[in-house]
């Protein structure tokens, strides 16, 4: 029975091969989809206009606040930015309670926000706070002290830098009475029913701060070509040609500085080939997606992102448990696993798991044997369990690593910059890049795959954590929506 668990294994984890030849077909789709979500509204690749013109050159000065929605925290932070590419951050991060993202209404939600708002003041800056207090108490007129950058990480149609409709929710969040509206007058409400010295200038995509941060952060002559999240959710923006922004011209009402002749593009990459014409499939893909709150959407997400991988595994790890007696006690095995396991639960699996599993290089399996201890109560488990459930987690890791190489290597092709440009910048961030084993080695074989690219492209291209990027990028934009302030543009640096 031990040896067909580890045949069984390797068989299940061969279905999550993703091969060159698909990585290419991936690459060329993409392309496609890319452009057609540049010409029109409502295409499975969002491609949303940010309204975002330039990025920083680290120049920028001053004190903002910023405040980053999009996972399972909530984060408040003041950045100071010091102008000579440094900065200070200082933060908070609260997690959200779970009825507030998937019941409750937009008002609850809000509200919430703009509680931890006004608590990251009183601690942070109270003097400002109680300046404010005083002069509206004694009525000296209405004064805004701090310019607030909004991360809200979810798909949103932005018609200017401080306004936008949710389109959907992702990554678990489901709130209905709050797609189709602006995701920053409700913030603003909020803050206002508080009495908060607060003013929403921006609203910014997680990505789209990554992208800013590392430009302002990163070294050198070269300006970010693109800023990409792998962590709960996967998504990525990038630096666009105006002119091919071909639905701009449909989009009469809105106004942008067109002086750059850029703008940077939110791909919403996660809803890359909904439709499923090349992305691969398992039955455990399958089933995840149909029992999801969301069927059919975020079909490329929920093959490479922190908040899917996890469920993937336990979905293969249950069908090697009922199937080939997976972690149950047998004549020959101590192993115990409890009914209350998060192995039975669905989203139980955290991909810290997943990251710890791959890690261990240890004969005995000694992490793999914490992890299932620690996420899933196995106790026991033998070397043989331990090597199935290895075999597995490399294969869905890796897969969603190769899988990550689409989009990348699409927009390298796209932009041309590899043939213009003698380093391409690229900022990541989010849990699965920074901690997944190997995950930019994998990515890299499969960029590398693609003839476009090649070992040469590869070379030239500069990948770097760009932390805190929602933080910093989000009051960067907050500083060039309140000041008016130009950045430069992404080549002039
Ligand atoms: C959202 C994106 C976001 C990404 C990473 C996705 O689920 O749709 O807007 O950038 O997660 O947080």
């Not at 033998?382 to 190489?405: F, M, N, P, Q, Y």
């Not at 290597?409 to 932009?415: E, P, S």
């Not at 492209?457 to 960067?476: N, Q, T």
Request: with cysteine; charged share 25%; glycine share 8%.
């Amino acid at each position: 029975m031990s040896s067909s668990l580890v045949e069984e294994a390797t068989r299940i984890a061969l279905q999550f091969d993703y091969p060159a030849e698909q990585v290419q077909r991936g690459v060329a789709e993409y392309i496609r989809q890319s452009d057609e979500g540049l010409a029109k509204e409502g295409a499975t690749l969002s491609q949303i206009p940010t309204f975002v013109t330039a990025v920083p050159n680290g120049t920028e000065k001053g004190l903002y606040l910023a405040v980053d929605l999009g996972g399972t925290n909530f984060r408040v932070c003041s950045v100071q930015l010091h102008g000579d590419t440094t900065f200070n951050l200082t933060q908070s991060k609260i997690m959200i309670p779970r009825e507030l993202m998937a019941s409750g209404t937009s008002k609850d939600l809000f509200l919430f926000l703009a509680r931890q708002i006004e608590a990251f003041l009183r601690i942070h800056h109270n003097e400002h706070f109680e300046a404010h207090l005083r002069r509206k108490r004694e009525d000296r007129g209405e004064e805004y002290l701090f310019d607030l950058g909004f991360t809200f990480s979810f798909p949103v149609r932005q018609d200017g830098i401080n306004s936008g409709t949710l389109i959907r929710w992702t990554k678990g969040f489901n709130i209905p009475d709050a797609v189709g509206h602006d995701v920053c007058a409700l913030l603003q409400s909020a803050i206002d029913d508080l009495d908060l010295p607060v003013r929403v200038a921006a609203l910014v995509n997680d990505t789209v701060g990554t992208l800013m941060a590392r430009s302002y952060t990163s070294p050198g002559e070269t300006g970010t070509l693109l800023g990409a999240i792998f962590g709960t959710g996967t998504n990525g923006a990038y630096v666009e040609k105006l002119s091919n922004v071909s639905k701009l011209e449909n989009m009469n009402d809105s106004h942008y500085d067109t002086s750059t002749g850029e703008m940077i593009i939110n791909a919403e990459w996660g809803s890359f080939d909904n439709q499923l014409s090349v992305l691969p499939s398992t039955i455990y893909d399958i089933e995840l997606d149909a029992d999801s709150n969301n069927p059919g959407i975020q079909m490329f997400e929920k093959r490479v992102s922190g908040m899917f991988l996890g469920e993937i595994l336990r979905r293969a790890l249950l069908d090697l448990h009922t199937k080939l007696g997976l972690f149950k006690l047998s004549k020959t095995s101590k192993v115990s696993i409890p009914t209350d396991s998060l192995l039975y639960r669905q989203w139980g699996l955290d991909t810290s798991l997943l990251s710890q599993v791959e890690a261990d290089t240890t004969k005995q399996f000694v992490d793999v044997k914490a992890a299932l201890k620690d996420h899933l109560k196995v106790e026991n488990p033998s070397d043989t369990e331990c090597k199935a459930v290895k075999i597995l987690v490399h294969a869905i890791g890796k897969r969603a690593a190769r899988l990550s190489a689409v989009p990348l290597a699409a927009i390298l092709i796209h932009t041309g910059k590899l043939d213009t440009d003698d380093v391409v910048d690229v900022g990541v961030d989010g849990s699965v890049v920074e901690f997944y084993p190997d995950f930019e080695t994998h990515l890299r074989g499969a960029l590398r795959e693609v003839p476009q690219v090649g070992e040469a492209g590869d070379k030239k291209v500069r990948i770097g954590i760009s932390k805190d990027g929602s933080g910093v990028g989000a009051a960067l934009i907050a500083l060039v929506a309140s000041k008016d302030q130009t950045l430069v543009t992404p080549n002039s640096k």
